[in-house]
C-alpha cells in the first residue's frame, strides 16, 4: 500500500482526499454507515411487513393490467436477483435492458437465460450508437472522473420515460444500501445533474442528441408527483447478502458470474479496471469491498486480497484495449492523449448540483411523498 494510510475497519484509504480517521484508525465512511443503515435499511419482521404491503398494493393496483411494474435487467448480481423476487412474489414485471452497444456476450446469454426461466417479457431500450459515442467521448476530453454518466443518466430515464409511456406506476429497483452506498465524492458525480451532462457535450460533443434519453430534476417532479410513478428499493427491506443472492440465481436461472463487479459491461469493466487506476489513481474495488465489509458481508482480509488480484492478464487487457478503441474510432495515439490529459472536476462545468442537493434535504426533511 506504499505511504498510503488505510482505514483500520475497512480496506478505504488515502486515495481517497477526503477520507478522515478518528483515533482508532476508523474512517468516516465505517463511523457513517450505522446511521445510513438506520435509515435505509428496514429488514427482519419491519422489512417483511413493509414488502407484503408493497406487493399488496402493487397488485391491488395492476388488477387487470399486463404489467404491473417495471423492472430494470442489467444480467448484474441485484437486477438478476429483483427479477426472481418479483416473479416469486407473483408480480407482472415488464424488465426493461438499456443496450449501450457495450454488453458483453456473458451478459446476453445471461439476460436471455433470465428472461427465459421466469417468462418474463424484456423491452431493450436501444441507445443510438453513434450519439452515445459522441456523448462518451466528450465526457472523455473532458478529462472528468465520471465517464459511466453517460450510462448511469440514461438508466433511469428509460425506465422513468417507459413507464410513463405504459401507465406502469410501479419502478422495482436493485439499488441497496448494503452492497452500493460507499463511493467517494471525489470518485464519482452525480449522473442525474443534466445541466453538467449537457455543458460536456455542448464543449466535446459534435453530434446533437435527438433520441438520447433524458432525466432532469424537473421530469423526476413531474414523474413523480404528477404520474406518481414510485421507485421501489426492494433489497433495502430485507438482510439482502450479495453472495447468498449470486448463489440463488446461479441455481435458480443458470445465471453465470462475470469475475468482477459490473462485468456485464466491456466499457465499465475496462473503465474501473485501467482508466480510472491509470489515470485518476483510483481503484473503485476498494469502495466496494469496504461496503461488503460494513455490512458484514466479507471480511476485511478477504477484501484485502481480493482487491490485490489483477482483473485482466496482460494478454486480456490489450485485447479489450483494442476492442475499445476500435469502437470509440480513436487511434493509440488519441487515446493516451486522453488520458495524459490534467484531469477536471465536473464543477467546472455548468450544474445544477446545488438544487439536486436542496431538493434532497427538503426530501428528507418532508418525506420522499
Known amino acids: 500500500m506504499g505511504n498510503l494510510r488505510i482505514c483500520s475497519k475497512c480496506i478505504m484509504d488515502t486515495t481517497d482526499p477526503d477520507i478522515t480517521f478518528d483515533e482508532k484508525g476508523v474512517c468516516n465512511y465505517c463511523r457513517g454507515f450505522p446511521l445510513l443503515k438506520k435509515k435505509h435499511i428496514i429488514d427482519g419482521k419491519e422489512g417483511e411487513a413493509k414488502l407484503s404491503s408493497i406487493i399488496k398494493e402493487i397488485k391491488g393496483k395492476g388488477k387487470g393490467k399486463e404489467y404491473d411494474c417495471l423492472i430494470g435487467l442489467s444480467g448484474g448480481v441485484d437486477s438478476t436477483y429483483v427479477a426472481y423476487l418479483v416473479k ?3 408480480l407482472k414485471p415488464l424488465a426493461i435492458h438499456l443496450d449501450n452497444g457495450w454488453d458483453s456476450e456473458l451478459s446476453v446469454s445471461n439476460i436471455q437465460r433470465i428472461v427465459e426461466k421466469l417468462n418474463i417479457d424484456l423491452y431493450t431500450y436501444v441507445l443510438d450508437w453513434e450519439e452515445f459515442k459522441d456523448l462518451q467521448l466528450a465526457y472523455f476530453k473532458a478529462s472528468v472522473v465520471n465517464l459511466e454518466v453517460p450510462t448511469d443518466h440514461a438508466i433511469p430515464a428509460s425506465l422513468y420515460n417507459t413507464a410513463s409511456k405504459m401507465g406502469i406506476k410501479y419502478i422495482i429497483i436493485g439499488g441497496n444500501t448494503s452492497s452500493e452506498s460507499l463511493m467517494p465524492k471525489k470518485w464519482t458525480s452525480n449522473a442525474n445533474d443534466l445541466a453538467n451532462l449537457k455543458d460536456i457535450h455542448k464543449r466535446y460533443g459534435k453530434l446533437e442528441l435527438k433520441n ?3 432525466l432532469g430534476l424537473f421530469k423526476i417532479l413531474y414523474y413523480w408527483y404528477i404520474k406518481k410513478l414510485k ?21 435458480e436461472l443458470g445465471w453465470k458470474d462475470y469475475g468482477v463487479k459490473h462485468g456485464e459491461s466491456t466499457f465499465t469493466k475496462f473503465y474501473q479496471a485501467y482508466i480510472l487506476p491509470k489515470k485518476f489513481n483510483i481503484d473503485k474495488r476498494k469502495a466496494h469491498l469496504s461496503n461488503l465489509i460494513q455490512s458484514g458481508q466479507i471480511t476485511r482480509e478477504e477484501a484485502l486480497n481480493e482487491v490485490k488480484k489483477d482483473v485482466y492478464t496482460k494478454e486480456e487487457l490489450e485485447k479489450e484495449k483494442r476492442y475499445v478503441l476500435k469502437k470509440f474510432d480513436i487511434t493509440e495515439t488519441e487515446f493516451q492523449r ?32
Open 338 to 369: 486522453l488520458m495524459n490529459l490534467p484531469n477536471r472536476d465536473h464543477s467546472e462545468f455548468k450544474s445544477e448540483q446545488r438544487i439536486l442537493e436542496f431538493f434532497k434535504v427538503i426530501r428528507s426533511i418532508f418525506g420522499n411523498r
Open 88 to 90: 416469486k412474489w407473483g
Open 212 to 214: 438520447y434519453p433524458t
Open 231 to 251: 421507485p421501489i428499493p426492494v433489497l433495502n427491506y430485507m438482510d439482502y447478502k450479495k453472495f447468498k443472492a449470486k448463489g440463488l440465481i446461479m441455481k
